[in-house]
């Protein structure tokens, strides 16, 4: 209480007290808001003060009122119509749920003072969510002025017929307006701390008492007539704008044409939802919780901090009426203590303090706290039950002198009335108060999505009150609100949208007018009532009432974890919104309506030329540049219509824009070019009307731009599917038909036909997928987005610069193309398969001996690509994107690749020609490029894929160089010496990039690469050691290096199991070169132990042999089973296998025959063991003269290992591989 005697300004706090009368009530009582002064100390008049005479400070203002004070003291006690509303509006959040009932305390007082009182009672009840809102319905004010206007004469005529056939006005008598005086007098004289205060004598005085029929009463619902200027009317408007951005403004400002009601006169507020009361108190009165609005006057003093103030006739005792509206005014504002002035004929006689807790017990005014709390829960129950509608206007009405309370439905009764001219005043009230109070609510959706399901009743039952053709701007408010609770930039799950107000199970409306409380019943007198209390005395027995069907949640917030239909949601809402727009805007020249049931044609156009697309795509950045005062549709700028329909195009544009980026996740991409073509339309129609660009507009259509960019992309990438994406592409909805021609009202829509064309060919979709990305950032770094959202920029310049690599990737093969068709032309034989990569896909080119000559169509693709490739590579350097610059830098190696392959020449008809010094450059450059990537990548653990990707192509470039120089040796340019020192160089650099110790799918490959450069190696120091004469040391040197290759090359071929032809002719020409080491050998007991390890080498064949027949009998069972001739095997190549047999039987031949002679005349001694192996040598040999030449290969390969084996125990060679 403390609180309000010390602040004027919004508090909140809690006070929970147990108040005992003759029985137990809890009371917790929250001040939301106060705006009451501070607190004076009342004065103690004197005795005999007379009250009939006026202070000197009375009905003038004063600091210690405040601003508030004249509603406090001075005019009518009666709250306004809807005041209700006022207060939901100021504390919104404690609507829906968090309240049962927001009313006036004069309400919640007379309410529960209808069994103890036989007054009439009137009130209006209305239901947001589960919360119900009271007011009172003042019949005698609303017919006197239906008498005037006709606006009530249907229920004026309801009243008479079924409730009160005699109404008249009942006028308040003299002495109402003589007790309202002088409490007026005596509370003006109580502020008045300081005495100073005295009589004024004056005749006036005397006529106090006459001036009665003077009121300061609320005005009703009639026709339009506003009182407030334009001035007042715009600068109140934009007032409001700037606080809620879907708050309509005064309704006055809409055209007088539509002929709004309202409820007041007064220019202050023309809907009534001004919170005039001093106190907004939170107020739980057992179970039961309540908002309500308190004007009551707190004074200081006393044994308390606050107390109320009283003025009673001391011939006249306190009845229980009194007491009750005492005791609840005390619990309703936490007072804890009464004082009391009595007065006989407005003569102060003595003032006596009451606690609040003992007012129920005080003499004759006697009552029972527990009856109030049964009734307080009885009439709550009742309305609960029976008030069910959302938008309904119920009226709760209870006559004078009667025990019976009944409920009627006046929206009901309206809409049934079969005259024409019957219209419910209440309507346009009612809609724009639920519009303002779903504005209010959502605007902190965010952080209460509870309440998504009552936004969306209030709105619907808003759209349902309304006449679209009167109230336009309303309805299309409310559909962009609607449209708004559709999150499109989320994924929400089940969970978060039952949390946010939906339910799983859907309800009818059927279930809802269902009656909930069983004990009420329908007279036979009064069909028209909802539901009756027969006799007030009811309402005293506990639970008497009881809500048997609690009310739902007032809306069911549809649980959509499907994108598509949550954006279906929001473009339907933004169809009709601009339904409503359009049919408010008035032209002389309409446009001619278009059939809704027509599809818009959509036109495909072959490919155009280059220049004409570039012209087309600048204008990506600047659509609608030149803006007119009216647009097209007439629509003026600035208007509400211009305004809501540039919200409409911007939602129904992000709307498209999250369908196209859901299509694109399913890879429906013709659907996905579709929705963004009409994302991008939609856009366009808001250029259209809009004098400028904000920057969010801007920033979400360079997102559009990306998307289109993606869209392209993906279709040239799937462009073997275009028949079906075209047919996606073509299909349109009736809703997306109609929406399109409510934008053709506005645009032709025809800035983005090219962007969002579906091409005929890939290098189109790429080109415009470049274009958009280009016209995407060009918004980002210039203007106001410039340096504005750097992660964006930085996801379209990876954009850009990957289109660029697909380009220049495009362009790429397209030049291999060119090169193989030409090759293909004169190629007459196939020298060596070299493997290259682009990214992660492994292609294969064929190197062959072909004539070479150069076009240059071939040249202007190498241009185009290396062009494309050198711009992305500055997109991702602007980003510092390592790993996207070596990929890049890959491809650019591989190109290189492909020019050195075109330089490739031919000296006749018969050979290749010689490496030409094109083909060094351009082999020189790719390493260069792939040197550069791997520097850019710094280590293998960074992006382990892409390191092992262009390391591989390292070292196949440097193998190829090396493989073209050794095999095609360039010696009309360079010495042979200078060759083999270049040969090994660029074969060592190549095997230094062989990962042999990496476990990956590559290992083989790289074992197999290893082996083969040893071999090579090994080849070329065997043919030096051959042709070198003269200095022994260098041939000395070239047999060591011989040795040591081959040795590094069986050991590589032989941890292999698919390569037994490469390892056999390895182990054949190590032999041969120990043949000719022999050859040269002149010592009888040299040469027999070189001859000696050379069969050691021979008998190493077994494990190559074993693979060859293994594979051959594999070969031959898989024959018989599929009765076939033919070989199945994928790997044997058998001609090869026959002619390195062709060179292994006359080797092995020679190497025994001589061994044999070499045994047999040596002067040594020969011992058992030499003699033993000298007949074995006898016995292999004969065998392998006598063997038939012309058995099946697989026969003749097993005789070899036979005879292999019979040597190596001899020999005493240990197998090195599998057994056979």
């Known amino acids: 209480i403390n609180a309000i005697a010390m602040s004027s300004q919004t508090c909140e706090w809690w006070s929970a007290v147990v108040y005992l009368g003759n029985n137990e009530v809890k009371s917790q009582a929250v001040v939301k808001y106060s705006a009451a002064p501070p607190a004076s100390t009342f004065a103690l008049l004197q005795e005999q003060t007379d009250l009939k005479l006026p202070p000197a400070n009375w009905l003038r203002e004063s600091a210690q009122l405040g601003p508030a004070g004249s509603t406090v003291l001075g005019s009518s006690s009666r709250s306004k119509p809807f005041s209700s509303f006022g207060m939901a509006y100021d504390f919104i959040d404690c609507v829906g749920d968090g309240v049962d009932v927001v009313s006036d305390s004069e309400n919640i007082k007379k309410l529960l003072k209808i069994p103890y009182s036989k007054s009439h009672v009137s009130m209006a009840v209305h239901r947001v969510g589960r919360t119900l809102l009271l007011d009172e319905l003042d019949i005698q004010e609303l017919f006197m002025r239906s008498s005037q206007t006709g606006d009530w004469a249907w229920l004026k005529e309801f009243y008479q017929r079924l409730i009160d056939q005699k109404w008249q006005r009942k006028k308040k008598s003299k002495e109402h307006w003589y007790q309202k005086a002088i409490l007026s007098k005596f509370l003006y004289y109580s502020i008045n701390g300081d005495g100073a205060a005295e009589p004024v004598h004056s005749h006036h005085s005397d006529t106090d008492e006459d001036c009665g029929p003077v009121e300061y009463g ?3 619902p009639a026709t339009f007539n506003s009182s407030t200027s334009d001035a007042d009317e715009h600068a109140s408007a934009k007032e409001e704008c700037l606080e809620n951005p879907y708050a309509l403004g005064h309704v006055t400002s809409v055209p007088k044409e539509q002929n709004l009601p309202t409820l007041f006169n007064e220019g202050e507020n023309s809907q009534g939802l001004r919170n005039d009361f001093v106190r907004n108190i939170l107020w739980t009165f057992e179970d039961i919780h309540m908002l309500v609005g308190s004007n009551m006057p707190i004074f200081g003093g006393g044994r308390y901090p606050a107390v109320s103030l009283r003025l009673r006739d001391n011939n006249k005792p306190i009845n229980v009426l009194t007491g009750i509206d005492y005791w609840l005014d005390n619990l309703m504002c936490n007072v804890p203590e009464l004082v009391m002035c009595f007065h006989v004929n407005g003569i102060v006689q003595k003032y006596e303090m009451i606690k609040t807790e003992d007012i129920p017990d005080l003499e004759n005014s006697n009552f029972s706290t527990r009856v109030v709390k049964d009734i307080a829960q009885n009439i709550l129950s009742f309305l609960k039950s029976n008030c069910t ?20 439905d006046l929206t009901t009764l309206c809409e049934e009335d079969p005259e024409e001219k019957c219209q419910n005043p209440f309507t346009l009230p009612v809609a724009v108060l639920l519009y303002k109070v779903a504005s209010n609510m959502i605007l902190k959706k965010k952080q209460n999505r509870k309440h998504y399901g009552t936004i969306r009743t209030l709105l619907l039952n808003c759209i349902r009150l309304l006449d679209e053709a009167r109230h336009a701007q309303i309805i299309a408010s409310a559909h962009y609100m609607l449209s708004d609770l559709f999150q499109l930039d989320e994924e929400e799950s089940a969970e978060e949208a039952l949390r946010a107000g939906g339910s799983e199970d859907s309800y009818s409306e059927e279930e809802e007018e269902q009656e909930g409380d069983e004990t009420s019943s329908k007279p036979s007198d009064d069909s028209k009532a909802i539901a009756v209390i027969k006799s007030v005395g009811e309402l005293s027995v506990p639970e008497k009432y009881t809500s048997t069907s609690p009310i739902r949640p007032s809306g069911v917030f549809p649980v959509l974890q499907d994108k598509e239909e949550r954006c279906r949601h929001v473009l339907s809402y933004v169809l009709k919104g601009l339904k409503a727009i359009d049919s408010s805007i008035k032209k002389e020249t309409d446009l001619p309506s278009a059939d809704p049931h027509t599809p818009i044609p959509l036109k495909y156009e072959v490919r155009v030329q280059t220049g004409a697309v570039q012209k087309h795509i600048s204008l990506l950045l600047r659509p609608g540049e030149d803006v007119k005062s009216a647009t097209n549709s007439g629509m003026i700028h600035g208007s509400w219509q211009h305004r809501l329909k540039l919200q409409f195009f911007l939602k129904a544009s992000k ?7 859901a299509a694109t996740n399913l890879l429906k991409f013709g659907r996905a070019l579709r929705y963004i073509k009409l994302a991008l339309q939609c856009h366009d129609a808001y250029c259209s009307i809009s004098s400028s660009l904000p920057t969010h507009v801007l920033l979400f259509h360079s997102q559009c731009l990306c998307l289109c960019g993606d869209v392209q992309l993906m279709l040239a990438q799937n462009f073997s599917n275009r028949a079906a994406y075209l047919e996606e592409y073509s299909y349109q909805t009736q809703e997306d038909q109609e929406l399109l021609h409510c934008l053709h009202r506005e645009s032709s829509c025809q800035a983005f036909i090219m962007a969002t064309d579906l091409g005929s060919d890939p290098e189109y979709q790429l080109f415009i997928s470049s274009k958009c990305y280009e016209a995407a950032n060009d918004l980002l770094t ?17 954009r850009l610069g990957n289109i660029r690599n697909e380009l220049g ?25 070299v493997i290259v990569i682009q990214l992660s896909e492994i292609f294969v080119f064929l190197y062959g001996a072909v004539k070479c000559y150069v076009t240059a169509a071939e040249q202007e693709v190498w241009k185009k690509s290396f062009s494309f490739f050198e711009n992305g590579m500055h997109n991702f350097e602007a980003i510092s994107d390592d790993t996207n610059m070596a990929l890049l830098l890959c491809n650019m190696g591989r ?17 290749r020609g010689e490496f030409s010094p094109e083909e060094a450059l351009y082999y020189n450059k790719a390493i260069n490029y792939y040197s550069q990537a791997l520097c850019r990548l710094g280590g293998r653990d960074r992006n382990t894929s892409v390191w092992d990707s262009v390391n591989w192509e390292l070292s196949t470039t440097y193998f ?26 660029a074969m060592l650099k190549s095997l230094r990039y062989c990962d042999l110790q990496t476990e990956s799918a590559r290992q083989p490959l790289y074992q197999y690469r290893a082996a083969t450069i040893n071999h090579r190696l090994a080849s070329m120091y065997h043919s030096c050691f051959r042709n070198q004469v003269g200095d022994e040391g260098l041939r000395k040197q070239h047999r060591a290096h011989a040795e040591l290759h081959y040795s590094k090359a069986v050991s590589l071929f032989l941890s292999l199991s698919d390569a037994p032809c490469e390892l056999l002719r390895t182990l054949l020409e190590r032999v041969a070169f120990a043949e000719f080491t022999m050859a040269g050998q002149s010592s009888s007991a040299v040469k027999l132990k070189t001859l000696t390890g050379a069969l050691d080498i021979m008998t190493d064949t077994r494990h190559a042999f074993s693979l060859i027949h293994k594979e051959l009998q594999i070969n031959t069972v898989l024959n018989l089973l599929f009765y076939s001739s033919s070989s199945t095997s994928s790997g044997l190549n058998r001609q090869e296998v026959k002619r390195l047999i062709g060179v292994f039987e006359p080797s092995f031949s020679f190497l025994l025959l001589q061994l044999i002679k070499m045994s047999t005349t040596s002067k040594r001694k020969s011992s058992n063991k030499d003699e033993d192996r000298v007949n074995m040598y006898r016995q292999v040999y004969s065998v392998l003269l006598r063997s038939d030449k012309t058995a099946p290969l697989v026969s003749r390969i097993a005789l070899y290992l036979q005879l292999l084996e019979q040597l190596a125990p001899q020999t005493g060679s240990v197998p090195k591989g599998p057994p056979p």
């Open 389 to 408: 509608k959302e938008g309904h206007t119920y009226w709760l009405f209870k006559a004078s002198g009667s025990d019976i309370v009944k409920l009627y």
């Open 809 to 833: 990737v495009f362009y790429m093969n397209q030049a291999a193309a060119m090169q193989t068709d030409r090759e293909g032309e004169s190629m007459y034989s196939l020298c060596c398969a």
């Open 218 to 220: 609320p005005s009703w």
């Open 895 to 911: 190109l290189m690749r492909i020019c050195a392959q075109a330089h490739s020449g031919q000296s006749d008809e018969h050979s």
């Open 655 to 661: 709307a498209y824009y999250v369908l196209s980026d």
């Open 960 to 985: 190829t160089l090396a493989t073209l120089l050794q095999d095609y040796a360039p010696l009309s340019r360079k010495a042979q010496e200078q060759i083999e020192r270049e040969v090994t160089e």
């Open 782 to 798: 210039s203007g106001s987005l410039q340096g504005l959202q750097p992660e964006q920029l930085e996801q379209v310049l990876k």
